[in-house]
Each structure stands twice: as C-alpha cells, then as structure tokens.
C-alpha cells in the first residue's frame, strides 16, 4: 500500500500550502480591501490562486455581499474538464442533502 493511499497520510507540500493559504486568508480578512470594481477584485484574486492552480472555478462573496464568479482555463479541454468536475460537484452535493449515499446505485435526480 502506498503512503499517499493512506487516508491519514498528510504530504508536507500539502500542510505547507494550507499554511499559506491560511495566512494569506487571515490577512485579507485583517484588511477587508475593498474594491471599487468587481473587475479589479476579479483580477487580483486571478493573480493569486493561478499561482497554485492551473485552472479553477471561483465562487463566493465579497464583504458587501455581491457575488463573484471566475473561471480560469487556458486551452479547451480544461474548460470542458472543470465543467465535467463542476457538474460532479453539484450532483454530490444534491445526494448529500438528499441523504442518497453518493456510493450506491446511480439515480435519476
């Protein structure tokens, strides 16, 4: 069996992005920036989680409540691959409030 098959095994490149991640969240909740445009803050969040990421989908909130959305793919296939996981996600998530054992026989929803 191989370590990282492991469910307890913890990578230190893993405890260290976390750690940074962290830091980076409690610091931008120190500073509550805010931003004139959602474009601007669009922009700034690209800058930081493509520095981890290749491509990814964004959602959330900003500290007024309006909501921001980015999509980040650079070729074709990762637009239609972070469509494919998207849709896995939202049907794992309709079964977890279904209460429907995502590992059981596939349903219609």
Same mark, same amino acid.
């Given at each position: 069996?191989?370590?990282?098959?492991?469910?307890?095994?913890?990578?230190?490149?893993?405890?260290?992005?976390?750690?940074?991640?962290?830091?980076?969240?409690?610091?931008?909740?120190?500073?509550?920036?805010? @931003?004139?445009? !959602?474009?601007?803050?669009?922009?700034?969040?690209?800058?930081?989680? #493509?520095? $981890?990421?290749?491509? $990814?989908?964004?959602?959330? $909130?900003? @500290?007024?409540?309006?909501?921001?959305?980015? !999509?980040?793919?650079?070729? *074709?296939?990762?637009?239609?691959?972070?469509?494919? @996981?998207?849709?896995? $996600? @939202?049907?794992?998530?309709?079964? #977890?409030?279904?209460?429907?054992? *995502?590992?059981? *026989?596939?349903?219609?929803?």
């Amino acid at each position: 069996m191989n370590d990282k098959d492991n469910p307890d095994y913890h990578d230190e490149d893993d405890d260290e992005l976390r750690e940074i991640i962290e830091r980076a969240l409690k610091e931008n909740i120190k500073d509550k920036k805010i @931003f004139k445009r !959602k474009k601007e803050l669009a922009y700034r969040l690209s800058t930081i989680i #493509s520095e $981890y990421m290749d491509s $990814y989908i964004l959602l959330g $909130y900003d @500290f007024n409540g309006n909501h921001v959305d980015i !999509k980040a793919a650079s070729t *074709p296939q990762k637009v239609e691959a972070l469509n494919s @996981f998207l849709l896995k $996600y @939202f049907a794992s998530e309709v079964h #977890s409030i279904k209460g429907i054992n *995502p590992q059981g *026989p596939d349903e219609i929803l």
